[in-house]
């Protein structure tokens, strides 16, 4: 296992700050934006709850001609037999309005909660887009601003793809 150092601009982005900054990196994007997360939650009842606006941005994004990539956790049975939403649902709205959507394999939970905007601006974390995380929980994240930094998880992501069917 390798360990780099990087310069690098960090900010940290709890609770609130996360959405905030994340839908504005996102609504701003002018080249490429990649993300990984482990749960997705669409409401179809809340149009316009915070974590629709996000996939909606990413949507947006892309038809503004933005590379966008999405891998999303494929949640195994029990997860569904618990009445948890299905990110595959998420998947079908993102593919729908041209978003490059990957389904990490059944035998691998994937929760991994990372966004990389224009090979610069990295958010990590613990924040999934739904509304307990985006509004209710206690959640911790840092935007990193660093190219070297988003050139290693760009690298991470296209290895996850891999791996996805």
Known sequence: MSCHSFPAEVKPLNDSA?????????????????????????????????????????????????????????????????GSPDNEDVAKILSAGGVKVYMDDKKVTTHSKLLVVDSRFTVVGSTNWSYQALNQNNETNALIDSEQVAKEYIKYFEDIVTLCK
């Open 18 to 82: 996360y959405f905030k900054t994340v839908y504005s990196l996102i609504s701003n994007a002018q080249r490429s934006v990649y993300v990984i997360m482990y749960h997705t939650i669409y409401y179809e009842k809340y149009p316009d709850s915070l974590s629709n606006r996000l996939v909606k941005s990413l949507v947006a994004a892309r038809k503004r001609g933005v590379d966008v990539s999405v891998i999303m956790d494929r949640m195994g049975e029990e997860r569904k037999t618990q």
